[in-house]
């Protein structure tokens, strides 16, 4: 009788899927993609669908630059469409209100969702904006 334990058993065993659903969060109805697809992991033949795709317009919903990812509400109208910090193209963190150039990528296994890639800010927001290489942390500095 074979050990359900046996490193067989165990790589073929499907990883839990986890959605971070926090209730007191205005982005408590978005989910995240599960796998998350980076331009790390991404095929080159997904990747060149997207180049084929046009360019679409929208506006940053939200983006946690601490968490990796944001969501981008595309002005055609529809679902918000998830954006992962390794899309951001530009020097600037894009901050919620920010106009974004964007296309979409279809998200593995199934290619029924998408998400934003070759992600540009078209139209910053009146607020200050942070640079990639900022530090995440702000404070006054220590005397």
């Known amino acids: 009788m074979a050990d359900p334990k046996t490193p067989e058993k165990m790589l073929s065993a499907k990883p839990p899927k986890f959605h971070h659903q926090n209730s007191h969060s205005p982005n408590a109805t978005l989910q995240l993609p599960s796998p998350i697809i980076t331009r790390r992991t991404r095929t080159a033949s997904t ?20 968490k990796g990812h944001g969501f981008i509400t595309p002005n055609s109208g529809g679902e918000d469409v998830f954006c992962h910090v390794s899309d951001i193209e530009g ?49 006054s500095p220590a005397k």
């Open 47 to 66: 990747s060149a669908r997207a180049m084929e795709n046009p360019v679409v317009n929208g506006v940053v919903k939200s983006f946690s630059r601490t």
């Open 91 to 139: 020097e600037y963190v894009p901050m919620p209100g920010d106009e974004v150039k964007y296309r979409l990528c279809a998200i593995p296994p199934k290619f029924e969702k998408h998400q934003a890639v070759h992600v540009q800010i078209s139209n910053l927001t009146p607020e200050v904006h942070h640079k990639w290489e900022e530090s995440v942390y702000c404070g």
